[in-house]
């Protein structure tokens, strides 16, 4: 692993042993064997491979969005689809849909947080569905959009996909309407939420994003319906940490630790300044096709203060919560972002079809591609622990 990544790893050793104890108690749910002693799976290196990669085809696969479909808007290249991760000091188990499918049976598995956790959902859907018979699978949306849903009948399984891009109550809560530059989260506020979260089996959350406005962060004290609204500007990260420690105190009270598992998904990095890794200033990541080879490499949009956050709280966790710690492997693949292929919500004008990198997304993932490899990272951590 970088040094980039110690600081955090170490506020993470605590968990971890915790975790490890846990684990010497209690076999935990859906576990089928265990990792390689002393492998991290996190720590690794991009090499190609034609054999096996991509698991499926994007036109054959009907739940991408159009934000995320980028050969069919477009994109020329398709290396970016023939990577795979390799851990240092062992190799990831092959991601098996029928066991990940007969583990769903009678079973619900839920993805909490924002667009980044929808492209990690639709890429296991599309890693899944091939083995539903066409009559045997449905995905529909409830609760405004807020909810979707897919169904493997014949398994009587749901893999949901609930919007919650603070995971608390906030301004931004409509899953259509929410492009809000003033952003508010109401303080303690998750059963809002919450409530839809009873009852699932494995739940994935990720919150990252949303948080970085800025320095600061407006925290509602009450309700959004009062009249007179108590707002407090606090950093970033006391913001953050209060939210984490909410979602704790909600899986405490809410998760059977016997039959159920939590995942949480650290920070998506995003490749919008290419000086990062030695670009020309004002690039971004359109028409990146390689990967970054430094190991150490950190992205500036990559905060390391929540990194902490998440570590400090979360070594004190009672509950045993599994960490997919996804953003110094991701942070290698710059030519893995949407950029400019994808379906635009409003018609481009004219200066920024003269200038690609104005609208280029680095933000999202193209499917297939690099989010294939977060699930194959929650495959390896659900069943081989």
Known sequence: MGKTSCAFSDSLNQSQADQSLDQKREKLPFAAGKTEEGCDVFSGRWVPDELTRPHYEESECPYIQPQLTCQEHGRPDREYQKWRWQ??????????ATLMLESLRGKRMMFVGDSLNRGQYVSMICLLHRLLP??????????NDALTVFRAKDYNATIEFYWAPFLLESNSDNAVVHRISDRIVRK??????????????????????W????LEMKILKGSFEDEEKEIMVVSTEDAYRMAMRTLLRWVRKNMDRKKTRVFFTSMSPTHAKSIDWGG?????????????????????????????VIGEVFSKSKFPITFLNITQLSSYRKDAHTSIYKKQWNPLTPEQLANPVSY????????????????????????YP
């Open 134 to 143: 066409e009559d045997g699978k449905s995905m529909k949306t409830y609760n």
């Open 211 to 214: 948080w970085m406005t800025g």
């Open 360 to 383: 280029a997304d680095c933000v999202h993932w193209c499917l297939p591609g690099l989010q294939d490899t977060w699930n194959e990272l929650l495959f390896a951590k659900l069943f």
């Open 87 to 96: 851990p240092h000091g062992c190799d990831l188990p092959s991601f098996n």
């Open 188 to 209: 303690g506020s998750i059963n809002k939420h919450g409530k839809h979260w009873k009852g699932v089996d494995i739940l994935v959350f990720n919150t990252y994003l």
């Open 280 to 308: 020309e200033p004002g690039e971004n990541c359109y028409n990146q096709t390689t990967l970054i080879e430094d190991p150490n490499y950190w992205g500036s949009d990559s905060r390391k203060s929540i990194m902490k």
